[in-house]
């Protein structure tokens, strides 16, 4: 009898675990950046490990002042495809200014 109820938890354990989907891992929340005077943009729940082409972001006109409100860890790089020398590693909640110019990012 013993042995049946304890078959029967870990095959219901084991059925539930198949059962419940495996989630794509992804920064939750918003990372929002500018692509010109008064033109706000932003990506939402962005992928991590995947480098990010900014929209909006050109050769000519690159993106700035980023504020990343997710909870990953941002590299953001001035270079497209996440790309040379020129990057920045931004906290959780962290916000730079308009100074700061970038054209691509990457979550951890």
């Known amino acids: 009898m013993l042995f049946r109820r304890t078959t ?7 059925a539930l675990l198949v ?4 989630s794509a891992q992804a920064a939750n929340g918003d990372f929002l ?3 010109g005077p008064g033109v706000a943009s932003g990506i ?9 082409d900014l929209p909006g972001a050109t050769e000519d006109k690159p993106a700035f002042a980023p504020h990343n409100l997710t909870t990953s860890t941002a590299t953001v790089f ?3 495809g996440c ?3 020129v990057y920045y590693v931004m906290d959780p909640g962290k916000k730079l200014g308009n100074r700061l110019k970038l054209r691509s990012v990457v979550f951890s």
């Open 83 to 85: 790309d040379g020398d």
């Open 78 to 80: 001035l270079d497209f």
């Open 8 to 14: 029967v938890a870990a095959f219901s354990a084991l």
């Open 44 to 52: 939402a729940d962005p992928a991590s490990g995947t480098c990010i």
């Open 19 to 22: 059962a419940v989907p495996n």
């Open 33 to 35: 950046f500018k692509v």
